[in-house]
Nanobody, 127 residues
Framework: QLQLVESGGGLVQPGGSLRLSCAASGSPVDFYAYGWFRQAPGKEREGVSCINSSDGYTYVADSLKGRFTISRDNAKNTVYLQMNSLKPEDTGVYYC????????????????????WGQGTQVTVSS
């Protein structure tokens, strides 16, 4: 059974960095794109970043550009989210998602265009 497994979350002080990983395991499925989302307590899930598997096109939400970077290793079926200069408002559960339908990453990242989801990893930014 196909699974997306996130790792790399944890507690970090403001200004620190974390790198999240999302590994796809189980039956091979061709994913057109991967996305990262986050959800803070009491707030809606928001799109953070996405990347295409084929051409490597990437998108990062405007408010996060310059601090967050997405990358992929197709050989390992793994996608990464590098988060730098973290702020308390970055706190939340971060989810990895994959698109097997074919919406592709193209200038935005919407949860309804991703059909496989990981269980989430907690990121807490606090001193």
């Amino acid at each position: 059974q196909l699974q997306l497994v996130e790792s790399g979350g944890g507690l970090v002080q403001p200004g620190g960095s974390l790198r999240l990983s999302c590994a796809a395991s189980g039956s091979p499925v061709d994913f057109y794109a991967y996305g990262w989302f986050r959800q803070a307590p009491g707030k809606e899930r928001e799109g953070v970043s996405c990347i295409n598997s084929s051409d490597g096109y990437t998108y990062v939400a405007d408010s996060l550009k310059g601090r967050f970077t997405i990358s992929r290793d197709n050989a390992k079926n793994t996608v990464y989210l590098q988060m730098n200069s973290l702020k308390p408002e970055d706190t939340g559960v971060y989810y990895c998602a994959a698109d097997s339908i074919g919406y592709y990453c193209s200038g935005y990242v919407r949860p309804d265009e991703y059909d496989y989801w990981g269980q989430g990893t907690q990121v807490t930014v606090s001193s």
